[in-house]
């Protein structure tokens, strides 16, 4: 039986022990209590988003909260290389959608990234306010697929800025239907983070695509295909995750 997986602080992830009564209160709980209906005797999860799975029975029910009785606490250390999404902002809500699957596939963090072509403009209040949506759609995508690891969200980066992050530990992978060198040839590190970068609507521009590879960028093609930018990371991560054996 799959059971259901909330979010609790970090303090009370790392304070609970078996036997243990924790409190699910807040959002997360009324959420449990109201839209889920947990029932005493129930199996649930409970997790801080950073490794920790606390499994547990509902042992109250309250108004908008519940209580769970510990009986197994696991801490899953995360695989490395770390999977990451550079995700160009885009118009609509496609670039949620690949922030939503991507975190569903497992990444562990995720890298707004506001690309020449880029339609969507973050800009002034809105800049904060993305960032936090974004990582709303993390977490909620995290619990649905069970994970106990919320990828984090940084703040978005230009161009220039993306291409700075490349380096001995973090290998860049820059989507490009016309690049010579397919994804199932680039060799991966055995450490550090791989970031899967993908581009807006109208592609990646030449001088992008000139700049991060000067930086030691990789551009690697899928297929014959040209995918949306709410698809190309998926099936990106996809092959990455079974090229590393983890599926």
Do not use: C, Y
Not at 95 to 110: N, R
Not at 145 to 162: C, D, E, I
């Amino acid at each position: 039986m799959v059971l259901p997986l909330f979010h609790i602080s970090t303090t009370d992830a790392a304070g609970a022990r078996i036997g243990d009564e924790v409190l699910l209160a807040g959002s997360e709980g009324r959420h449990a209590v109201s839209v889920r209906r947990m029932r005493v005797g129930e199996g649930i999860q409970l997790s801080d988003g950073a490794g920790r799975r606390i499994v547990g029975d509902v042992a109250t029910v309250g108004t908008g909260e519940l209580s769970v009785q510990v009986t197994e606490i696991t801490d899953e250390i995360a695989a490395v290389p770390t999977l990451e999404l550079v995700q160009a902002l885009a118009k609509g809500d496609r670039d949620e959608m690949a922030v939503q699957a991507a975190t569903e596939l497992g990444i562990m963090s995720v890298v707004p990234w506001q690309a020449e072509r880029s339609v969507s403009r973050w800009e002034g209040a809105k800049v904060a306010k993305n960032v936090e949506r974004w990582q709303t759609i993390s977490a909620e995508a995290s619990k649905q697929a069970l994970r106990v690891w919320v990828p984090t969200v940084a703040s978005p980066v230009t161009t220039k800025q993306l291409a700075q992050l490349a380096g001995p530990e973090r290998l860049l992978l820059v989507l490009d239907p016309t690049a010579e060198l397919s994804i199932n040839q680039v060799a991966l590190p055995s450490s550090g983070v791989v970031s899967v970068v993908v581009g807006p609507e109208g592609g990646i521009s030449p001088t992008e695509l000139e700049l991060l590879e000067a930086a030691g960028a990789k551009l690697i093609r899928l297929g014959s295909e040209v995918l949306r930018t709410s698809t190309a990371g998926l099936a990106a991560i996809s092959v990455l995750q079974a090229r590393l054996q983890r599926w």
